[in-house]
Nanobody, 123 residues
């Protein structure tokens, strides 16, 4: 049974930090890329960051580059998203999802999805 369990969301002031975790089970972790998406109220879901567990390559959207860092611990089947210098615009529900490397990093391409975790950044 495939599961992606996201956690670590919460309320933080602008300029603060949070670390999200995504624990994966039910599939071969090292064969997949794990990505983080977010969806703010009234907006479409967008890709934030992604990491390939095959070769360690990473991607960050321009809006979070330099502030967010994605990492992976294959021993724990867990991907982390370290979010620093948070802005009110980062407020959203954050989802983790999995896709085989080589596929486009998009909502439509992801094979497995977890339930989201809410991040609220106050001014």
């Amino acid at each position: 049974d495939v599961q992606l369990q996201a956690s670590g969301g919460g309320l933080v002031q602008a300029g603060g930090s949070l670390r999200l975790s995504c624990v994966a089970s039910g599939f071969t972790f090292d064969d997949y890329a794990i990505g983080w998406f977010r969806q703010a109220p009234g907006k479409e879901r967008e890709g934030v960051s992604c990491i390939s567990n095959k070769d360690g390559s990473t991607y960050h959207a321009d809006s979070v580059k330099g502030r967010f860092t994605i990492s992976s611990d294959s021993a724990k089947n867990t991907v982390y998203l370290q979010m620093n210098s948070l802005e009110t615009e980062d407020t959203a529900v954050y989802y983790c999802a999995a896709v085989r490397p080589g596929n486009y990093f998009s909502v439509a391409s992801m094979e497995f999805w977890g339930k989201g975790t809410l991040v609220t950044v106050s001014s």
